[in-house]
């Protein structure tokens, strides 16, 4: 099946500029569907029959994947845009706005462990890279802080140690140390604090988030 960000993000490039961003995920394999009375059926006798069928065909190498889409809108467009282009009941026109292939992802290896690599996992809306930034859509702003106090309250304060969600070719610099379950370390005897003496833990102003209009 295809999949939808529904929420609206903030791309910013190089020079600073800001544009609304939608991705569509487009499924290469085609649409398949159920009944009722068939689905109803598959589930009285297999409840797993998504995870199993996913499992299976990965095993075999029949890899399933999606080519991911882009509509970009320029910041400065939306102001007086036909609707609420931060609505996530709207769909924005593909006449307006159309369709841009960007990648393509691939699911291409089962878990060796379920629960270290599935159940362990830990999304949020909120894990972003420079570059990539939340918009002033409502829901996605209520998402931000509620995704990762869900995933502190379901694995522990610090979630991010867990290799799952470990950034594993970058060490993590961020100021956030002690709590329970802290395995890393916890930064030495580097300060957490800024500013400092130690020549330590220096605000990067190229990591900020762009600054952007607010109005009503």
Avoid at 39 to 56: C, G, I, M, P, W
Avoid at 138 to 159: C, E, I, V, W
Avoid at 189 to 212: C, G, I, R
Wanted: hydrophobic content about 30%.
């Amino acid at each position: 099946m295809n999949g939808y960000s529904s929420h609206t993000f903030v791309w910013v490039n190089a020079k600073g500029e800001r544009f609304f961003v939608k991705k569509h995920f487009k499924t290469d394999q085609g649409n398949k569907t159920y009944t009722g009375d068939e689905a109803a059926e598959l589930v009285k006798n297999d409840q797993d029959s998504a995870t199993r069928d996913l499992f299976h065909a990965i095993k075999k190498g029949d890899f399933p994947s999606w080519t991911v889409y882009v509509q970009v809108m320029p910041e400065k467009e939306a102001e007086n845009y036909r609707f609420d282009v931060l609505d996530v009941t709207k769909v924005w026109p593909h006449s307006d706005y159309p369709l841009i292939p960007f990648g393509k992802m691939t699911l291409n290896r089962n878990p060796e462990n379920y629960f270290a690599e599935i159940e362990q996992a830990a999304f949020a809306p909120s894990h972003l890279v420079p570059g990539i930034e939340p918009s002033n859509d409502k829901m996605l702003q209520g998402r931000l802080f509620s995704y990762p106090d869900t995933q502190r309250h379901r694995l522990g304060a610090n979630y991010d140690q867990i290799p799952v969600n470990c950034p594993y070719r970058t060490r993590i610099t961020h100021n956030q140390r002690d709590g329970p379950m802290n395995v890393n370390g916890n930064h030495g005897s580097m300060a957490n604090y800024e500013p400092n003496t130690l020549n330590q833990v220096k605000q990067d102003s190229n990591k900020a988030q762009s600054k952007f209009t607010v109005s009503g």
